[in-house]
């Protein structure tokens, strides 16, 4: 089984930054894609930075030159760095990542989420 484990959320005011870590274990075989989703209530699931295996990353555009993504693959972690945080970045953030196991399958795996809360 694999498994996600996120941390790092909280709170933190305007211009603030924080960095959430999440670290996949279990019988993995080789992790292809590994970022970063959040959510609002009410909203569907968005994208915020993914890495992709192939090389290269994806972030949106409204985290752009704030946030960056690293990875530790001895570590199998994934590192979100969040800077000049604003109160539109106040979501509920997933750890995402495309992983093929042991056995040969890929699949998607997301972690617990963890709240980020942006706020004078």
């Known amino acids: 089984q694999v498994q996600l484990v996120e941390s790092g959320g909280g709170l933190v005011q305007p211009g603030g930054s924080l960095r959430l870590s999440c670290a996949a274990s279990?019988?993995?075989?080789?992790?292809?894609?590994m970022g970063w989703f959040r959510q609002v209530p009410g909203k569907q699931r968005q994208l915020v930075a993914v890495e992709y295996a192939t090389g290269g990353t994806t972030y949106a555009d409204s985290v752009r030159g704030r946030f960056t993504l690293s990875r530790d693959n001895a570590k199998n972690t994934t590192y979100l760095q969040m800077n000049s945080l604003k109160p539109e970045d106040t979501a509920v953030y997933y750890c995402?990542?495309?992983?093929?196991?042991?056995?040969?399958?890929?699949?998607?795996?997301w972690g617990q989420g963890t709240q980020v809360t942006v706020s004078a």
């Open positions: 995402y990542s495309l992983i093929q196991t042991s056995a040969g399958w890929q699949y998607d795996y």
């Open positions: 279990g019988s993995i075989f080789s992790i292809n894609h």
